[in-house]
């Protein structure tokens, strides 16, 4: 029997969708009820644990929801850490600070293992590449850092002469292994060469507001999609460095998924709605929802590996 997918997002709490159907299976806040929920990763199957953090950086918040929803571990507390990401093999939280710092939480001995103070201001995005021995973070000043996560060594900051706003997504292609994205607040989208530490190609202006999101396809290894608070879709060809499609919504656009087959898009607006769409007939959303009092910062579907490591 096949699992059904579910869909995860965040706003003002933290939703769980039956991803086909846009219906509610269960919503919940582990973080302060006055702050949003700022970023999100998950760890579905069997545990479904997702891994949470707050506008205010009061906690990183583990949650399972395996039956019902309940908190089974709380780190960084009042540390200020605001967005998080989750190691492949599933020992190790990194998250990004306010202060400007990039940590690294183990979870079996629920203790801080590093810290990165390589940035200039706050912390804005984390994410780990393909083996966990890099974690790329991007800030409020528009640079992007990686640090190695074996030597302890960072970059020096990759930035963009034309693209120096804030970093709001960044994610690195499950394909191209030394390939990651940025987008920011100047509506700019680039391609980043990690070995080469320079652009692999800039969209300059591809959004004329703020891009807010960005995410790579599951199982096209051309293909990639942003989405900006200028209400466009924007479907990129990697090879060809083109652009292949842009659709406008109904409203901005916050964040942005691809659903594990590939041929679903996930969407959410400032407006706190979550629209669907088949990449096959993109000219209306599948369905749409009302889900969030404040806008979706962010959205993760469940992925198929085995159980978090929490001891």
Not at 205 to 217: N, V, W
Not at 230 to 235: A, G, H, N, S, T
Not at 280 to 306: D, E, I, N, Q, Y
């Amino acid at each position: 029997m096949q699992e059904a997918v579910r869909l995860v997002s965040c706003g003002d709490d933290i939703r769980l969708w039956d991803a086909p159907t846009l219906t509610l299976i269960d919503q919940f806040n582990p973080h302060s009820t006055a702050q949003s929920i700022s970023s999100l990763t998950v760890f579905g199957h069997p545990d479904n644990i997702l891994f949470s953090a707050s506008e205010s950086g009061d906690q990183i918040t583990l949650t399972s929801c395996k039956v019902a929803c309940i908190t089974v571990l709380q780190l960084a507390e009042d540390k200020g850490q605001t967005c998080v990401s989750l190691s492949s093999n599933s020992q190790f939280v990194l998250s990004g600070g306010k202060d400007g710092s990039v940590n690294i939480w183990d979870l079996h001995t629920k203790k801080l293992q590093k810290s990165f103070t390589d940035h200039s201001a706050a912390v804005t995005c984390v994410s780990y590449n393909w083996n966990d021995n890099y974690a790329a973070s991007g800030s409020q000043h528009g640079e992007i850092i990686l640090h190695n996560t074996v030597t302890n060594q960072a970059s020096a900051p990759f930035t963009h002469p034309k693209s120096q706003q804030p970093v709001q997504d960044l994610q690195y292609s499950y394909f191209k292994k030394a390939l990651f994205g940025s987008v920011s607040d100047d509506g700019s989208v680039v391609l980043w060469d990690a070995n080469a530490r320079r652009p692999h190609h800039a969209f300059t202006a591809a959004h004329r507001a703020p891009a807010s999101a960005l995410a790579f396809s599951p199982v096209n290894d051309l293909l990639f999609v942003t989405a900006g608070l200028d209400k466009r879709i924007i479907l990129y060809d990697m090879v060809s460095k083109s652009i292949l499609r842009s659709v406008t919504a109904e409203s901005p656009l916050t964040a942005v998924e691809f659903m594990p087959d590939g041929s679903t898009l996930a969407l959410g607006t400032s407006r706190g709605k979550l629209i669907l769409y088949d990449l096959r007939m993109m000219s209306a959303p599948l369905r749409s929802v009302s889900a969030h009092k404040t806008s979706v910062r962010c959205l993760r579907f469940h992925h198929k590996h085995g159980a978090a490591k929490v001891s």
